[in-house]
């Protein structure tokens, strides 16, 4: 069974940095996007940034420029680096990905995500 689990998140203050991590494990074939999502309390959940299996980047405009998706093919796992971190960016984070569990087989899996905390 696949599972993908986000590490990293916590309380930091305005302006500080913070480091996701999201591993997949599991009986895996392959991996393509993967990404990264929050959803703030009463709001929907929303893009943050996506990463391609050839590491091709798309970010949302609220986090460009501070913001870093990268991944580790060889270890099933992307990270999600954020800098200059705002109060506006409090939210529970999850990791995304659309993995092949079977041959010929793909889904999309989610995280049960990480909470971040952004104190002004």
């Known amino acids: 069974q696949v599972q993908l689990v986000e590490s990293g998140g916590g309380l930091v203050q305005a302006g500080g940095s913070l480091r996701l991590s999201c591993a997949a494990s599991g009986t895996i074939f392959g991996i393509n996007d993967m990404g990264w999502y929050r959803q703030a309390p009463g709001r929907q959940r929303e893009l943050v940034a996506t990463i391609t299996s050839s590491s091709s980047t798309n970010y949302a405009d609220s986090v460009k420029g501070r913001c870093t998706i990268d991944r580790v093919n060889a270890k099933n796992t992307v990270y999600l680096q954020m800098d200059s971190l705002k109060p506006e960016d409090t939210a529970v984070y999850y990791c995304?990905?659309?993995?092949?569990?079977?041959?010929?087989?793909?889904?999309?899996?989610w995280g049960r995500g990480t909470q971040v905390t952004v104190s002004s």
């Open positions: 995304n990905a659309e993995i092949q569990y079977r041959p010929s087989l793909w889904s999309q899996y």
